[in-house]
């Protein structure tokens, strides 16, 4: 399959070169990352460990592919312009996955783009971008991939079977988004608390206090 990556930073750097294992993939990045992989390839390190030569340019102009799925990896207040960067990508039997955080993504893709082409999902894995060309894998994690089209549903079990094959373990959900309001709230939850009180996640449950705050802010 051929896969373009747009925002190619910590994880879609991740999941382009664990896809790229089997597929031609495309990352498209900001410039100081692109140009360290055009030089010496991406370097994956942490809880995977790889080094992979592929092709990454800083503009969607640049792709020379043509793309049967395009992977939208860039933050939530991007989506629109980002979007907007594929149309000339998308052709007949393109499909483009949102695989972001924030609640509003789809929303903004339907604006600019037929819906029978829009899939969604959600990761629990954890990629630090430690400095150009290279990712840190913090922590493995589950994918979850959905429609909101049910013509879709060949497509996304496709989907899911290339992602697995590529190690990235992927089940396909009913109900997308119900997970993407799952994953706002755990971030929405965890995210101010490790900033307010300078921890890594995990320290959240280690801590009976942060831990007490972590719940009630779920709730």
Same mark, same amino acid.
């Given at each position: 399959m051929?896969?373009v990556?747009v925002?190619?930073g910590a994880i879609?750097s ?8 089997k597929?031609?993939v495309? =990352?498209? &990045?900001?410039t100081? *990352?692109i140009?360290a992989?055009?030089?010496? $390839?991406?370097n994956?390190?942490?809880k995977?460990?790889t080094?992979?030569?592929l092709s ?8 020379s592919?043509s793309a049967n799925?395009?992977i939208l990896?860039?933050k939530s207040?991007?989506?629109e312009v ?8 998308i052709?007949?039997?393109?499909i483009?996955?949102?695989l972001?955080?924030g609640?509003?993504n789809?929303?903004?893709?339907k604006?600019?783009?037929?819906k029978?082409?829009? =899939?969604? &999902?959600?990761?629990? *894995?954890?990629a630090?971008l430690?400095h150009p $060309?290279?990712i840190?894998h913090t922590?493995?994690g589950k994918?979850i991939?959905?429609?909101?089209d049910?013509?879709?549903?060949k ?5 899911v079977h ?5 190690g990235?373990?992927?089940q396909?959900s009913?109900?997308?988004m119900?997970?993407i309001?799952?994953k706002?709230?755990?971030?929405s939850?965890?995210?101010?608390l ?7 996640n995990g320290y959240?449950?280690?801590n ?6 972590f ?5």
């Open positions: 051929n896969i990556i925002g190619a879609g991740l999941f382009g070169a664990l896809l790229a294992k597929n031609t495309v =990352l498209v &990045g900001r100081p *990352h140009k992989i055009q030089r010496n $390839g991406l994956i390190t942490g995977t460990h080094h992979v030569k990454a340019v800083n503009s969607t102009k640049d792709v592919i799925l395009i990896t860039v207040y991007d989506t980002a979007i907007k960067q594929t149309i000339p990508m052709q007949e039997e393109t483009v996955l949102s972001q955080n609640l509003d789809i929303e903004k893709m604006h600019i783009i037929d029978n082409r829009i =899939l969604a &999902g959600v990761t629990t *894995h954890g630090i430690t $060309g290279v840190r922590g493995r994918t991939l959905g429609v909101f049910s013509s879709l549903s497509q996304l079990e496709s989907i290339i992602f697995n094959e590529a990235i373990e992927t396909a009913n109900d997308i119900k997970e309001w799952v706002a709230i755990i971030n939850s965890i995210n101010p490790t900033a307010f009180f300078t921890c890594k959240l449950q280690e009976t206090l942060l831990e007490k705050i719940e009630k802010i779920c709730k």
